[in-house]
């Protein structure tokens, strides 16, 4: 199940099961999404982003979900494994040119469980 | 194999000492490096954009005097904490923006842990 810790909400889920982690954003001018995988002591890991004008974005087991109505973002893990074990952030930005600053958000830790 | 590396990777030192981190983007030039802070447990917060040949923009409640910043070069961002003390004890991380023909693409260092004894 899925509970509030005193920082990081956990998530956790059998091994082989599909997993679900939620995020919400707060700057309505985003327009690009990222979500990173972090393991311990380690730096961010690109999983996969979308773009404002999609609402759905697939990769290898893992898929994005982007709501802008609500501001709303998920990623989906399908059959998870041991390895998937980590905390996972989405982050936004605003594209536009130069680089501008990406934000990162809470942060869940995700525990498969064998 | 790692684009953006980070020097050094752990690093302890006194109260009140200064201590430099590097952050180098490896194959690629990067005129806007980015600084994390990270605590236990807790989200990457965003301290500084560096900009080569440039003053480093702070964000809100970061000390630009304690926390120095310096971009010298394409490739090379370094933090310096200064007169550091124990609740500067943390995970910092940096980034780099590599721009492409599809736009830019952000990269992460592996981060550089500091502790402040």
């Known amino acids: 199940g899925e509970s509030v810790g005193l920082h990081l909400p956990t998530l956790s889920v059998q091994e082989g099961d599909n997993s679900i982690i939620n995020c919400a954003y707060s700057?309505?001018?985003?327009?690009?999404f990222i979500w990173y995988k972090q393991e311990s002591g380690k730096g961010p890991q690109f999983i996969i982003d979308?773009?404002?004008?999609?609402d759905k974005r697939q990769g290898q087991r893992v898929t994005v979900l982007l709501n802008k109505t609500v501001k709303h973002l998920s990623l989906q893990i399908a059959a998870t494994q041991p390895g998937d074990s980590a905390v996972y952030f989405c982050?936004?930005?605003?594209?536009?040119?130069?680089?501008?600053?990406?934000?990162f958000g809470q942060g869940t830790r995700l525990t498969i469980n064998p | 194999g790692a684009v953006v590396s980070q020097h050094p990777s752990r690093v302890i030192c006194k109260s009140g000492t200064s201590v430099k981190i590097e952050c180098r983007s490896l194959d690629f030039q990067a005129t806007t490096m980015f600084w994390y802070r990270q605590f236990p447990k807790q989200s990457l917060m965003l301290m500084a954009t560096s900009n080569e040949g440039s003053k480093a923009t702070y964000e809100q409640g970061v000390e630009k005097d304690k926390f120095l910043i310096n971009h010298a070069s394409l490739t090379l961002s370094t933090l310096t904490v200064t007169s550091a003390h124990p609740e500067d004890s943390s995970f910092y991380i940096c980034s780099a923006s590599r721009f492409g023909a599809s736009g830019n693409t952000i990269y992460f260092g592996e981060g550089s842990w500091l502790t402040v004894v």
């Open positions: 700057n309505s001018a985003s327009d690009y």
């Open positions: 982050a936004e930005k605003e594209m536009g040119p130069g680089a501008q600053k990406l934000v």
């Open positions: 979308i773009r404002s004008n999609m």
